[in-house]
């Protein structure tokens, strides 16, 4: 994988091994795809490219580089195969030699996270005039909490964890705002898939505004080139529950699945990368039918909206929420190879406040300064399970949870989680030392479920 490639499309389900592993890691599974793969079977797919090898003259050569390599550790091939195999979708950056943000040190994430913009290609979401008003509640919350055999207050939370911030709003006021990593109010912080939830939005906007018809509107009426191809039939709506139908392979372990070769392959002349590339997959099952965790349709869907609003995601962002809700800062988004083409998928970067005002428009029903930016059913239907996917279900970009909430989600430790009922917007930004893991991911859920019962004493 070049230093350059697309990291939203781990989004939250990738498990991807990070520097700094040991000799005494060979024996964990790790979750790839939604299944687990042992070392060994690494193991055994070594063996079977080493026998492909036979017939070379250069194959002694390569055994002796698989043999030294395997003695080395099973995890760094596993590593070389990420790093150079995987080019994707990719973001632009800035000096050829910067390495991939999957694989960052703990300081250059503590860095670079809050500074994107001096790393990769990016374009500005501009805020207005006004800034939407989240007032310091005069009850603030300091949870404890028992988890993992010990007792938990919040700065150990965050100190475990890596965590840059964490910001809580009871009733549109904020009862809790944490900083660390050295980042402070002023700083953004990369959303990594967090922006995939307010990709969907914009097609909430888009149906306000007439541009996309409705959920049930083909997606050949807006990405004309998927014409004749297996999205015949397919729907907006499909697209967003990631239901497609169309055959996806996301196995970041293969140099040859669609996830590594989307958009990096040759496309069609006059064609966008990935369109060119999605295009030609064959059909696996009925649309609507079966989730499918695919992200290249997550960027698919940002270029839909791009084409049927007539202008590129930034700016329709800043028109329907960024400027209209009032965020206190400029935004940046990540474009993709092309240099011109936001990525519908992944990575925003906004301040921590600004991430407590996107989780506060949608409790809000999608509305800004009175004004409805996404139909009045939009919110319901979107942070509602759509379909089930082996979980509690998923929305339109947006993950259900069984204790109640809806959640966007990024990799390396982002989330907004929001509990409609109790008016409760939960933001936490983070530096996982790994994309995504069972106990990082364990130890949030309690943090949330913590900082959710101590909000409800606020309204007893």
Known sequence: MPPNYSVSRFGNRGRIWSRGLSLDDKRRSHKVTGRFRTLEA???????????????????????????????????????????????????????????????????????????????????????????????????????????????????????????????????????????????????????????????????????????????????????????????????????????????????TDPKSDVAQAGFTGSEPGMDPLVSYMRHLPRAAEPGTKWHYDTGETDMVGIMVSNAVGEPLSQYLSEKVWATYGMEQDAVWMVDASGKQERGGCCMSMTLRDYARVGQFILDGGKAQGRRVVPSWWVAQATAKEIDNGAAGYGYFWWIRENGSYEAVGIFGQSITAFKDDRLIIVINSAWPAATSKEYSAARTAFVNALHEAAKSISR
């Open 42 to 252: 690494i193991q055994r797919d070594d063996e079977r490219s080493d026998a492909t090898m036979s017939g070379s003259i250069l194959s002694p050569f390569f055994r002796t580089l698989v043999v030294l390599s395997m003695e080395t550790s099973k995890v760094a091939l596993a590593f070389l195969s990420l790093v150079f195999a995987l080019p994707g979708l990719a973001q632009v950056p800035l000096k050829s030699d910067t390495p991939s943000i999957l694989f960052w040190t703990p300081e250059q994430q503590s860095t670079g996270y809050r500074s994107i913009e001096n790393i990769y290609k990016v374009v500005t979401v501009k805020r207005g005039s006004h800034v939407h008003p989240l007032p310091m509640a005069p009850k603030q919350l300091s949870p404890t909490w028992d988890y993992a055999d010990r007792h938990w207050t919040v700065a150990d939370y965050m100190s475990a964890n890596r965590t840059s911030g964490v910001l809580v709003l009871k009733d549109g006021k904020i009862v809790l705002e944490r900083y660390g990593l050295d980042r402070t109010p002023n700083d953004r912080w990369t959303s990594f898939s967090v922006a995939k939830s307010l990709t969907s939005t914009l097609v909430g906007a888009a149906i306000q505004d007439g541009k996309i018809k409705g959920p049930d509107a083909m997606v050949t009426d807006y990405v004309p080139e998927l014409k004749g191809s297996a999205y015949d039939g397919v729907t907006v709506r499909q697209l967003l529950m990631m239901s497609s139908g169309v055959k996806w392979n996301e196995d970041y």
